[in-house]
C-alpha cells in the first residue's frame, strides 16, 4: 500500500503564492507518473499537472505558466509550486501517482485563495 501525504495549503489573498509538497512512501521513480488534481465544491475532480518517471511534465491550461510541478527523489516528494494564485485556484489539491493500472491518491490539502 502505498502512501500519498499532501501539505503545504493554506489560505492566501489573490496574487500569492504556496507550495504544496507530497511525500510519498516509496521511491518516487517506481510510478510511471506523479500528477497533481484539484476538486472544487460542487465539481468533479481535474487534473492540473504531470510528471512522468522520465521528468517530462505537462501542465492543464489553468497552470500553464503559473504553477510548476517539481521533485526531489531525495525525498521521495513531488511538489507543486503555485503563483499568481487566483480565487479560482480554490479548490482541495489532491496528489496521484499511477504505476501502469494501479492509481493512488493522497487525502488532499485545502488551498483557499481569496479576493
Known amino acids: 500500500q502505498v502512501q500519498l501525504v499532501e501539505s503545504g495549503g493554506g489560505l492566501v489573498q489573490a496574487g500569492g503564492s504556496l507550495r504544496l509538497s507530497c511525500a510519498a512512501s516509496?521511491?518516487?521513480?517506481?510510478?510511471?507518473?506523479m500528477a497533481w488534481y484539484r476538486q472544487a465544491p460542487g465539481k468533479q475532480r481535474d487534473w492540473v499537472a504531470i510528471v512522468t518517471s522520465g521528468g517530462n511534465s505537462n501542465y492543464a491550461d489553468p497552470a500553464k505558466g503559473r504553477f510548476t510541478i517539481s521533485r526531489d527523489s531525495a525525498k521521495n516528494t513531488v511538489y507543486l509550486q503555485m503563483n499568481s494564485l487566483k480565487p479560482e485556484d480554490t479548490a482541495v489539491y489532491y496528489c496521484n501517482a499511477r504505476y501502469f493500472e494501479v492509481e493512488n491518491w493522497g487525502q488532499g490539502t485545502q488551498v483557499t485563495v481569496s479576493s
Open positions: 516509496r521511491n518516487i521513480f517506481s510510478f510511471n507518473t
